[in-house]
């Protein structure tokens, strides 16, 4: 069964740094581009970034470019995103995904950035 | 970048109804959309991919249509599980990805 796990999430005050990862099982990672995608309070859902298999290339939303970095450990099977220069709208449920033809979400972590 | 433009907002259905959610985008992304069903405290759950493609273990009475820039979702016979909120989301390409604003089903 293909499945995501998200962690790392938690508080973080403005102008801070945060990291949260995810453990991605049931399938070939290094076979896929995965992303990360973000849904905050009452919103809909935004992608946030891709990355490609072998970690390569990596895009970013125009909201986070130069602020996050997205990055991929294929031995470990895991995908991270880091988080610089917080601001009170990156608060939001991040959710990681193995993408494609098809995309398989996980269940997110909660980021709260707020003094 | 690529604008989806999703309508209704707001619709407003009783069981049994077949209703259809559209989805436009603002440039040709052949068939490379996905529909996602969500209820509250929930992550989004994939519909259909590829416009027309039905995700396993979804119900059969979900479909979608479409390509280029038009595309729908149609649920034929609504049951009291399908009261949620819909989106739509292009995946034309790995350098940008975006949803539509959400179509909220509720019970008339």
């Known amino acids: 069964e293909v499945q995501m796990v998200e962690s790392g999430g938690g508080l973080a005050q403005p102008g801070g740094s945060l990291k949260v990862s995810c453990a991605a099982s049931g399938f070939t990672f290094d076979k896929y581009w995965m992303s990360w995608f973000r849904q905050a309070p009452g919103k809909g859902p935004e992608w946030v970034a891709n990355?490609?298999?072998?970690?390569?290339?990596?895009y970013y939303a125009d909201s986070v470019r130069g602020r996050f970095t997205i990055s991929r450990d294929n031995a470990k099977n895991s995908l991270s995103l880091q988080m610089n220069s917080l601001r009170g709208d990156d608060t939001a449920v991040y959710y990681c995904?193995?993408?494609?033809?098809?995309?398989?979400w996980g269940q997110g972590t909660l980021v709260t950035v707020s003094s | 970048d690529i604008q989806m433009t999703q309508s209704p907002s707001t619709l407003s259905a009783s069981v049994g109804d077949r209703v259809t959610i559209t989805c436009r985008a603002s440039?040709?992304?052949?068939?490379?959309l996905a529909w996602y069903q969500q209820t509250p405290g929930e992550a989004p759950k994939v519909l259909i991919y590829k416009a027309s493609t039905l995700e396993s273990g979804v119900p059969s009475r979900f479909s979608g249509s479409g390509s280029g820039t038009e595309f729908t979702l149609t649920i034929s016979c609504l049951q009291p599980e399908d009261f949620a909120t819909y989106y739509c989301?292009?995946?034309?390409?790995?350098?940008?990805?975006?949803f539509g604003q959400g179509t909220r089903v509720e019970i008339k």
């Open positions: 989301q292009q995946y034309n390409s790995y350098s940008m990805y975006s």
């Open positions: 990355i490609k298999e072998d970690g390569s290339q990596q």
């Open positions: 995904a193995r993408t494609g033809t098809t995309h398989h």
């Open positions: 440039q040709t992304i052949n068939s490379w």
